[in-house]
């Protein structure tokens, strides 16, 4: 199994870091030819509006939508679900619209900016620490988006088909958790 790590913009490395440790080969893609040489994809966290800029210009942007169409796995944080999300409001910008929830940037307010939480997620039998960064908030999903946690009434953590979103950024800490259920999705 062979896992691509977005490297356009952002916290692309951690992920990497992350994935390798749990003895997966990792590829920084960077062109739309590369993305059929993974099994799946991470979209760090970061700059969304500059992610979606940059996709755009190198041709990433139409083939990653197709693939992720036809069931290519993707897992996108803070920046990424954004990326990720059918619809941004306030201020409304592209996304690739690929999971059925709707995000509002910055959200979480300026006092607090970053903050961790210990957060419930289904399946898991202890607590995760979730780093939220100017985190993305969900304001709306689907009936067909699985919400796996929330926070102050929040989902945080979404799934629908083959595209799995966090707001906060596993790849910050030590808890290989979120990445392994990834691998999972991606190996099914
Ligand atoms: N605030 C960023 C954005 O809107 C996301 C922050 C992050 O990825 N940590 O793109």
Not at 79 to 86: D, H, N, V
Not at 94 to 99: F, H, K, N, R, Y
Request: proline share 4%.
């Amino acid at each position: 199994m062979k896992i691509g790590v977005s490297g356009i913009q952002g916290d692309f490395r951690e992920h990497k870091v992350m994935l390798e440790k749990l003895g997966v080969d990792v590829k920084v893609v960077r062109k739309p030819e590369e993305l059929d040489e993974v099994d799946g994809l991470v979209i760090p966290g970061g700059e969304s509006t500059t992610m979606i800029r940059i996709m755009k210009m190198v041709n990433l942007y139409e083939k990653l939508k197709q693939k992720i169409k036809e069931g290519f796995p993707v897992f996108g944080t803070c920046a990424g679900m954004i990326l990720l999300s059918k619809e941004v409001v306030n201020f409304p910008q592209d996304s690739l619209g690929v999971i059925d929830i709707k995000v509002e940037r910055n959200a979480y307010g300026r006092q607090v900016d970053s903050f961790e939480e210990q957060i419930e997620v289904k399946g898991f039998e202890k607590p995760f620490n979730a780093i939220f960064i100017r985190a993305p908030k969900v304001v709306d999903y689907g009936e067909s988006v699985e919400v796996l946690a929330t926070y102050m009434d929040s989902p945080v953590l979404l799934r629908q088909n083959n595209v799995l979103v966090a707001s906060f950024h596993p790849e910050l800490t030590e808890d290989t958790r979120i990445h392994e259920y990834f691998l999972n999705m991606v190996k099914k």
